[in-house]
């Protein structure tokens, strides 16, 4: 499958943001294309393989996620029919190993994504049962189909319809727009390919995608933690807390 990371940033600053997470990805896979949505328009670094320009901003900056909803649809779109498969990242992320494995989930799934951190964060309009819960977006693989764009519109109309609801978070849309979607086959990333080490996570084999935001405690330190031991381990900020309980596995 011909697949690609799309990375949706609003601003220049964001752009900036970006650059170290698709470096690292380059790193490990250097023939996957990644590309920057975005409506800055100027100091855009080079790292990228291309640069869509979207449209102005609808909304004020305390409803940001409108607006990348929205920029997520207008990305989809447009490479449609260039891509099989998008794999979306957070400016904030970082890669520390080959995706290839990854992507291949595309070809059974029309979208792999993981359990959101905190389960219900926002309102919901759908009945929806809690053992659905929400789902991150920092890291989210889609397939190019049909049902996936179905989705993606009503992902954004149910925000636009109901911001009283949802307010500045775009993961209460987004899970009643799956939970409507009867036709979407989803699939849940376990945490090692979407490692949000801020909060905490368990972990077992090796981590390809951590996702946080530190000033002292950048994601690549993170990385070279966290993958420094293999088996079962629990990690937090800091360090890994809970080793294997049976030798020291090293990657």
């Known amino acids: 499958?011909?697949?690609a990371v799309v990375y949706i940033a609003g601003?220049?600053?964001?752009?900036?943001?970006?650059?170290?997470?698709?470096?690292?990805?380059?790193a490990w896979n250097p023939d996957l294309p990644c590309i920057l949505a975005t409506d800055a328009i100027a100091n855009i670094p080079p790292v990228y393989d291309r640069v869509i320009k979207m449209p102005n901003r609808?909304?004020?900056?305390d409803k940001w996620y409108i607006d990348s909803t929205r920029y997520c649809n207008e990305a989809f779109n447009m490479l449609y029919d260039d891509y099989d498969s998008l794999l979306f990242l957070d400016t904030d992320t970082y890669c520390d190993d080959s995706l290839d494995d990854m992507?291949?989930?595309?070809?059974?799934f029309d979208i792999a994504v993981s359990h959101g951190v905190s389960r219900h964060t926002t309102g919901?309009?759908?009945?929806?049962?809690?053992?659905f819960p929400e789902h991150e977006i920092g890291v989210m693989l889609v397939q190019t189909n049909e049902h996936v764009r179905n989705l993606f519109k009503d992902w954004l109309d149910m925000y636009e319809s109901h911001i009283d609801v949802?307010?500045?978070n775009d993961q209460g849309p987004l899970r009643d727009a799956i939970w409507m979607n009867k036709l979407i086959n989803m699939y849940v990333l376990p945490e090692e390919f979407h490692a949000r080490w801020g909060f905490g996570v368990c972990v077992v084999s090796r981590v390809k995608i951590l996702h946080s935001r530190s000033p002292v405690y950048p994601n690549w330190q993170a990385a070279k933690q966290i993958n420094a031991a293999?088996?079962?381990?629990?990690?937090?900020?800091?360090?890994?807390?809970?080793?294997?309980?049976?030798?020291e596995e090293k990657y």
């Open 58 to 61: 609808k909304y004020p900056e």
């Open 11 to 26: 601003g220049q600053s964001y752009c900036q943001d970006a650059e170290n997470s698709c470096i690292s990805v380059k």
């Open 166 to 168: 949802y307010g500045n």
């Open 124 to 131: 919901r309009v759908a009945d929806i049962p809690d053992a």
């Open 230 to 247: 293999g088996g079962r381990r629990l990690f937090r900020p800091g360090g890994i807390m809970w080793r294997p309980v049976i030798g």
């Open 1 to 3: 499958m011909k697949s």
């Open 103 to 108: 992507l291949r989930l595309a070809e059974r």
